[in-house]
């Protein structure tokens, strides 16, 4: 099992910025083999990948966000990171982490949320 908890969302202004935050605890074991994923929800959206990165610290990016979010994962804090810069309304939602599995890119573990809402 692991425990995700995100945290660093809140309100800012379009053009600013903020760090995104998703800890793990448990079994590290799980989080260090695996790749972890930011997902987003805005309201009545389905909940779409963000940033992807894998155990080896290869990333990819949802062509909406390439340029502007950068993710990146701390093993030895159990910790993965989703700064994003530049930030537009339309990138208001609701932020979940998540362990996907190395393999086979199944969803092991979502976390609980944060919300970023970003005013025009």
């Known amino acids: 099992q692991v425990q995700l908890v995100e945290s660093g969302g809140g309100l800012v202004q379009a053009g600013g910025s903020l760090r995104l935050s998703c800890a793990a605890s448990g079994s590290i074991f799980l989080f260090l083999k695996n790749a972890m994923g930011w997902y987003r929800q805005a309201p009545g959206k389905q909940r779409e990948l963000v940033a992807i990165?894998?155990?080896?610290?290869?990333?990819n990016y949802a062509d909406s966000v390439k340029g502007r979010f950068t993710i990146s994962r701390d093993d030895a804090k159990n910790t993965v990171y989703l700064q994003m810069n530049s930030l537009k309304p339309e990138d208001t939602a609701v932020y979940y982490c998540?362990?996907?599995?190395?393999?086979?890119?199944?969803?092991?573990?979502w976390g609980q949320g944060t919300q970023v809402t970003v005013s025009s």
């Open positions: 990165i894998s155990n080896g610290g290869s990333s």
């Open positions: 998540a362990v996907e599995h190395w393999s086979s890119g199944r969803i092991m573990y």
